[in-house]
């Protein structure tokens, strides 16, 4: 635990935080936290090496409460049950490996303004698990998949808050055996650019689903002089 306010009387320095070597704590269906940094006025942190915990009930890193805004740099690895968690703003660069059996990446709404770049792995194992989560009520300006890389998981990103700007040059890809969404989740996303690609499941025919759809009543093609091509008429699930 990096905190100017442990209970063991701890204090760390401002500064930069690296860790070089490896953390592993905890074990299978034991909880436990590789490295929890809080109330530290730390500008950047940088894993060369590896944080690990327990897949079944840990996490890598929790990044409480910092100031004013941290630039995370991930070049070696994270593997856990919750991956990185953030409550607070950081800008998160991963050239290595961030693995969650359960999510890959959290998003809380202290951690609102938080941008994550991707050019290294980035996923999540089993059904209903997500790459990165972001929570209700959380707000990341940027989301970047970079060329040639993969963001993978049951929902690759879970959007229950507003992503800004979220730019796809690799592969966003849900890898479960039933199929479900990319991008799931009620949020919204402002400004979406794919140059990559896009794949809604792994069950599914081309003839399930649709690169785009957009649904709107009759009265907005009307005033929008746009020609219908189709009128639905009802519609169930399986």
């Known amino acids: 635990i990096i905190s100017s306010n442990t209970p063991s009387g701890f204090t760390a320095a401002d500064g930069d935080i690296t860790v070089n070597s490896g953390i592993t704590v905890g074990s299978t269906g034991l909880a436990g936290t590789a490295m929890t940094v809080n109330n530290v006025n730390v500008g950047t942190i940088t894993i060369n090496g590896s944080l690990q915990a327990s897949t079944t009930n840990g ?4 990044l409480l409460s910092t100031a004013p805004r941290v630039t995370l740099s991930n070049n070696g690895t994270m593997r856990s049950k919750g991956g990185l968690q953030l409550y607070s703003v950081a800008d998160v660069i991963n050239t290595g490996t961030i693995f969650g059996s359960d999510k890959g ?12 770049t991707n050019n290294g792995s980035l996923n999540a194992s089993g059904q209903s698990f997500a790459a990165v989560d972001i929570l209700s009520g ?3 300006a940027s989301i970047t998949n970079g060329t040639g890389r993969t963001m993978s998981g049951f929902v690759p990103i879970s959007n229950n808050g507003t992503i800004t700007l979220l730019t796809n040059n690799g592969t966003l890809r849900s890898g479960h055996f ?13 400004t979406l650019i794919n ?3 896009i794949t809604p499941a792994n069950a599914s025919t081309l003839n399930d689903g649709a690169a785009a759809l957009v649904l709107a009543p009759a009265e907005a093609a009307q ?10 008429v009802a519609f169930g699930g399986h």
């Open 195 to 197: 140059r990559g690609t």
């Open 105 to 116: 990446i959290i998003v809380t709404s202290g951690a609102s303004g938080s941008t994550i």
């Open 59 to 62: 996490t890598a890193l929790y």
């Open 138 to 140: 959380a707000t990341v």
């Open 223 to 232: 005033r929008h002089g746009l020609k219908p091509i189709a009128r639905l």
């Open 178 to 190: 039933v199929a479900s969404s990319a991008i799931g989740g009620g949020g919204t996303i402002t």
